[in-house]
Nanobody, 127 residues
C-alpha cells in the first residue's frame, strides 16, 4: 500500500509563491512517474504537471507553464511543486498522484492513468 501526503498549501496574494510537497511511503517511489492535479469547487479535476521517475523529463499544463515547476527527490521519496506568479484562478485543492503508465505524454494528463492519490492541500490565491 502506498500513501501520499501533500503539504505546503495556504493563503497567498496574487503574484505570490508557494511550494507544495508530497511525501510518499514505500520503497518503489523512484520507479514511478508522479503527477500533480488540482480541483476547484464545481469543476473537474485538472492536470497540472508530471515528472518522470528519474526526474529527467517534465510535462506541464499550458495554464501553468512558465510559472510552476515540478521536481522530485527520490532519496526523500518526495515530489515538489513550486508555484510562482500565482493567480486567483489557481485557487484549488492540489493533489499528488502516482502514475501507473510509462512516460506517455498523451496519458499523463488523464487522471485514470494514476492509481494512488493523496488527500490534497488547499491553495487559495486572493486578488
Amino acid at each position: 500500500q502506498v500513501q501520499l501526503a501533500e503539504s505546503g498549501g495556504g493563503l497567498v496574494q496574487a503574484g505570490g509563491s508557494l511550494r507544495l510537497s508530497c511525501a510518499a511511503s514505500g520503497r518503489t517511489f523512484s520507479s514511478y512517474s508522479m503527477g500533480w492535479f488540482r480541483q476547484a469547487p464545481g469543476k473537474e479535476r485538472e492536470f497540472v504537471a508530471a515528472i518522470r521517475r528519474n526526474g529527467g523529463s517534465t510535462y506541464y499544463a499550458d495554464s501553468v507553464k512558465g510559472r510552476f515547476t515540478i521536481s522530485r527527490d527520490n532519496a526523500k521519496n518526495t515530489v515538489y511543486l513550486q508555484m510562482n506568479s500565482l493567480k486567483p484562478e489557481d485557487t484549488a485543492s492540489y493533489y499528488c498522484a502516482r502514475s501507473v503508465g510509462g512516460w506517455d505524454i498523451p496519458l499523463l494528463s488523464n487522471p485514470y492513468n494514476y492509481d494512488y492519490w493523496g488527500q490534497g492541500t488547499q491553495v487559495t490565491v486572493s486578488s
